[in-house]
């Protein structure tokens, strides 16, 4: 989910860098009946995305503590993005007063939500630490 903004940015940049290829720069319309939209396809999505989870399939088949990696990941990126960046945009823009009720409500739920993400991030880094002490990284 994270990297879906970083597909349109590779087509584009490939699509600009060989206009005239048919496989990179052409873009198929396939018109859905039962939802009134269409749908835009080209060989270099189809390819790139492909590529993509087919790296990202071996890389979790051949590093043992893949999930808890990700988990960590996920961890350390969940709060900023998720709650802390967008509680902030939205006490500016509402103007919340400093000291209301609605400003510690949502610094309380700012906080809380830095609680578990700091606790899933330690439990990510135990899972690989245990996950290293039973396997070698790279081995089968």
């Not at 995305?49 to 350390?76: D, K, Q």
Request: proline share 6%.
């Amino acid at each position: 989910v994270y990297a879906q903004p970083v597909f349109p940015l590779i087509e584009n940049w490939v699509a600009a860098r060989c206009p005239s290829s048919s496989i990179f720069a052409k873009v198929y319309r396939i018109n859905m009946p039962t939802a009134n939209t269409a749908v835009e396809l080209s060989a270099l999505k189809l390819l790139s995305r492909s590529v993509f989870i087919v790296l990202i399939t071996t890389v979790a088949m051949v590093v043992p503590f893949f999930n808890e990696f990700i988990g960590l990941l996920g961890a350390v990126t969940f709060y900023p993005l998720t709650v802390y960046f967008p509680v902030s945009m939205y006490m500016v823009q509402d103007n919340v007063e400093r000291g209301s009720s609605k400003w510690l409500t949502l610094k309380l739920l700012d906080f809380f939500a830095l609680v578990v993400c700091l606790l899933a991030a330690v439990g990510s880094v135990a899972g690989i630490v245990d996950s290293l002490r039973h396997d070698a990284p790279f081995k089968s």
